[in-house]
């Protein structure tokens, strides 16, 4: 699957690569990208006020494609997952919050599928319910404008909203062969 980006959050850009692999912990996750014209299904979280593509970590054992359905039956209720392929993948390298490491290298690889119109019963963690997290359907370019603005204005966004933002402008620019006006050009990594 080809690199869309890789990326370093700002707190770590001062490491050298090999300071980079040390108290890292690594992770990958699948994340769906579901449209249905210019709409596309996302996770609104209200405690960082932003729009994710709904996904999430692959389980041990788990391959990607496995985890993506288990993350969109379970995060969006989303039925009859299919026509899975890919889009790509998307590095950082972030601060992480639990004691026995340091930096989390993420790889998220990102698929294009399609659902059953009609959602099912999502099965949210705890921690996702408290956060005030809902699947919604709305417009990319509204979706796209809403993060920019967080992004600009809000002192309680999450880390991944620079992730998702360049995710949805990717989708729209090569999905849906648009880009906003506005939207600054996309560059993929080399």
């Known amino acids: 699957?080809?690199?869309?980006?890789?990326?370093?959050?700002?707190?770590?850009?001062?490491?050298?690569?090999?300071?980079?692999?040390?108290?890292?912990?690594?992770?990958?996750?699948?994340?769906?990208?579901?449209?249905?014209?210019?709409?596309i299904l996302m996770l609104y979280t209200e405690r960082y006020h932003d729009y994710t593509l709904?996904?999430?970590?692959?389980?041990?054992?788990?391959?990607?494609?496995?985890?993506?359905?288990?993350?969109?039956?379970?995060?969006?209720?989303a039925q009859n997952i299919r026509?899975?392929?890919?889009?790509?993948?998307?590095?950082?390298?972030?601060?992480?919050h639990k004691p026995d490491f340091d930096?989390?290298?993420?790889?998220?690889?990102?698929?294009?599928c399609t659902i059953d119109e009609q959602l099912g019963d999502t099965r949210l963690e705890d921690y996702e319910v408290k956060n005030g997290m809902k699947p919604v359907w709305l417009n990319i370019f509204d979706a796209i404008a809403h993060n920019e603005h967080t992004i600009a204005n809000s002192d309680k966004k999450g880390m991944s909203i620079e992730r998702e933002t360049f995710l949805l402008k990717t989708i729209a620019s090569e999905l849906l062969g648009r880009q906003?006006?506005?939207?600054?050009?996309?560059?993929?990594a080399s």
């Open 1 to 39: 699957m080809r690199l869309l980006k890789s990326t370093v959050h700002p707190d770590l850009q001062h490491l050298e690569p090999s300071e980079l692999q040390q108290q890292t912990f690594h992770r990958k996750a699948a994340r769906g990208i579901i449209l249905n014209g210019e709409n």
């Open 103 to 112: 930096i989390m290298h993420m790889l998220s690889y990102c698929y294009v």
């Open 54 to 77: 709904p996904g999430g970590g692959i389980d041990d054992g788990e391959d990607a494609i496995e985890g993506l359905i288990r993350e969109l039956e379970e995060e969006t209720g």
């Open 180 to 188: 906003e006006t506005g939207m600054l050009p996309l560059k993929a």
């Open 83 to 96: 026509d899975i392929r890919d889009f790509g993948i998307y590095e950082e390298y972030r601060p992480w």
